[in-house]
């Protein structure tokens, strides 16, 4: 395969090679009258099937951005094989190769782009666990096979936002999109993915790396199901976009059909889509979609200046179906237009970078302090402005279909400042209980000592490593003192142990009690942040046999409203317990059953920019089983007014 959009649109591909050779044909002897570059039309879309606007589309060093409907169109593209690549704040860059020719618009198969991910995970030289944002999909890093700290970002993706169809012969099942693509691996890491329905019942699954050198699909082996775990797991060397597959076999047909206008003319290069199947519309309207499963299918089509719709066919395997004509009904602009310019109070100077929102849409202004909202809801709107080293500031407008409201803002500069706290002097971090029954929390300020051990290894608890330690808790990440959620008398959460009827060996520890904590922090300021992180450093081991399902539960939480009201920012827990879990043995930031070791963890609080915030970290056994494992450590905490990327195809 040496183009995308070759693949599901042979029939397209024959049409346009007949104009072309006809072109050439027409135009023998015309030298230095020959067109050399031509036009390139497509649509930028997320897997909600919403309008991206405002990504950047480039084609050989022309570039361009989306509109408020997601369309872009660029001239003066050079005739040929050319890349074209997509990005936008927030989202996983893509790129498609596209035969340019000078007969026609070229309409490039529709971009489907996935939101990245806002949790990265630092790693270092002694490995670790990385989940993404939903704890879904881990990335097992083994000690060693890093050369030094990489920030790694797992991004679960749909299917449908897969930067070129699948194989030939092949359907995409799951699809995961890991970064930094270009990081050097000494040892192979392990990928494991949740089980999709559709390869329920195979031993084995085949693997995918996209290549983003030659823009293809790359066979990298086949991943071991596990059915008692419902995972899919393989040994990767490489990172970036990795697919696993399904053979299509026998029952699979093809579809065929036309969009038109709902005034009667045929609509070209409209983006008709299937699952991960898509197409573009010739001249004449007409598609052609491969790959399609047997049974009922409803089918999209969208295009420029319409109202998107659908409709629904059944599909023979074996044969071509040929579908009703989608209708699309012509549409009138239903936003308008938000601009202004952003300046500082003081001085009059363009205050470039700052980040404005409304209407849940972005814009950054320009070196001229410029920015432009095309797509704003008609209405009354709130226009915030978020830029570093100036206050934040809102306003109200009214916004009008098809218009434009100008909105500008003078800021007045503010100074900066950010948290940090590696616990080395108490800052005023609280220890609290918000479960009532908890007897007390077990958050503290904890020294180094190699002399604190768990004392209920090995007898009620097996620890991994408790052959080369005994069980002694970690030392500080930095320093000497960590916050952790435990107690130095017994080494471990336990709190009381369960005496009535006596505890059993092996049992994982019972306690006679559930045990709750919150530790909170001091108060934050945000003020002059247009974007912001919270990071931090954590080592945990808890039980393994329900941490998934809401016991020995560890979340980050925040408030700008000095405590009423708590948002949860993650949970460090696994979305699915890990297979052979005994009472016995733990789950911890290395992995099942593995030694625990200190990992980053950062994530977007960029919402909170100009704010007052606090941090919360929050555990909760919820149960008196299983708890006495040497539970959770905090150390090295910061909020900062840096801006986490979103992951780009390198």
């Not at 050989?60 to 369309?71: D, K, L, P, Y």
């Not at 070229?106 to 990385?130: C, H, I, M």
């Not at 929102?357 to 709130?382: L, M």
């Not at 306003?395 to 800021?411: D, E, I, M, Q, R």
Request: proline share 4%; hydrophobic share 40%.
């Amino acid at each position: 395969m040496t183009t995308f959009i070759i693949d599901i649109k042979l029939i397209i591909m024959k049409k346009l090679l007949a104009l072309l050779f006809v072109g050439l044909a027409l135009c023998s002897g015309c030298g230095e009258n020959a067109p050399s570059s031509a036009t390139v039309a497509g649509l930028v879309i997320d897997t909600a099937t919403a309008a991206v606007s405002g990504a950047t589309v480039n084609v050989s060093g022309v570039s361009g951005t989306t509109q408020s409907n997601g369309s872009y169109s660029l001239t003066g593209v050079t005739i040929g094989l050319q890349t074209v690549s997509v990005s936008a704040p927030g989202f996983v860059s893509q790129s498609k190769q596209v035969s340019v020719n000078a007969l026609e618009t070229n309409y490039v198969p529709v971009f489907v782009l996935q939101r990245a991910d806002s949790k990265s995970t630092d790693v270092g030289s002694g490995g670790g666990e990385v989940r993404n944002s939903d704890g879904s999909v881990i990335v097992t890093v083994p000690e060693n096979a890093l050369k030094s700290s990489t920030t790694i970002t797992v991004t679960k993706c749909d299917v449908s936002s897969a930067p070129a169809p699948a194989p030939t012969g092949y359907k995409f099942v799951s699809l995961v999109y890991i970064t930094p693509v270009s990081v050097s691996l000494e040892k192979t890491v392990t990928l494991t993915i949740p089980l999709p329905a559709e390869v329920s019942s195979e031993s084995s699954v085949p693997f995918y790396r996209f290549d983003t050198t030659t823009l293809n699909w790359v066979s990298i082996g086949s991943g071991a199901v596990n059915a008692a775990a419902n995972t899919i797991s393989i040994e990767i060397s490489n990172f970036g976009w990795i697919a696993a597959a399904k053979a299509l076999g026998s029952g699979y047909g093809t579809v065929i059909g036309r969009v038109v206008s709902s005034t009667g003319p045929a609509i070209a290069g409209a983006e008709v889509i299937f699952s991960s199947n898509s197409s573009v519309t010739d001249s004449n309207g007409n598609y052609t979609l491969s790959n399609m499963p047997g049974g009922s299918a409803t089918i999209n089509a969208y295009a420029t200046g319409y109202t998107a719709n659908s409709v629904s066919v059944t599909v023979a395997a074996g044969v071509i179906t040929n579908a009703s004509d989608i209708v699309l009904a012509s549409t009138a602009p239903v936003y308008g237009t938000i601009s202004g310019q952003v300046s500082s109070a003081v001085s009059g100077a363009a205050v470039s970078g700052a980040r404005v929102t409304a209407s849940g849409k972005t814009a950054y202004t320009d070196s001229s302090g410029n920015y432009s909202i095309t797509n704003a809801v008609p209405g009354s709107v709130d226009v915030s402005v978020y830029a570093y080293g100036y206050e934040s500031k809102t306003t109200g407008t009214v916004v009008t279909a098809g218009a434009g409201s100008a909105v500008n803002f003078s800021l007045r500069v503010v100074t900066v400042t950010t948290f940090s706290d590696d616990f080395e002097t108490d800052k005023g971090w609280v220890s609290s209980i918000s479960y009532i029954y908890s007897p007390k929390s077990l958050w503290n300020r904890i020294a180094n000592n190699v002399a604190i051990k768990d004392s209920f290894a090995p007898v009620y608890v097996t620890l991994p490593d408790f052959s080369t330690n005994s069980g002694a808790i970690p030392l500080a990440h930095s320093g000497s003192y960590s916050y952790w959620f435990g107690e130095e008398d017994k080494g471990c959460y336990i709190g009381e142990q369960q005496t009535v009827p006596p505890d059993t060996a092996l049992s994982g520890g019972t306690s006679a009690a559930r045990y709750q904590g919150d530790l909170t922090s001091p108060s934050i300021t945000m003020e002059g942040y247009a974007a912001g992180t919270l990071s931090f450093w954590t080592w945990w081991e808890v039980e393994s046999m329900h941490s998934a399902t809401g016991f020995d539960v560890m979340e980050i939480k925040i408030t700008s409203d000095g405590g009423k009201n708590w948002t949860r920012i993650a949970t460090l827990n696994p979305t699915v317990d890990p297979p052979g879990q005994q009472y016995y043995l733990p789950y911890s930031s290395g992995g099942f059953n593995k030694e625990g070791v200190w990992v980053k963890h950062k994530y977007d609080i960029s919402s909170y920019a100009g704010k007052t915030v606090q941090i919360r970290f929050s555990f909760s056994a919820n149960d008196v089983y299983y708890n006495g494992f040497r539970g959770w450590f905090i150390d090295d905490v910061a909020v900062d007014a840096s801006a986490i990327s979103p992951s780009q195809v390198k």
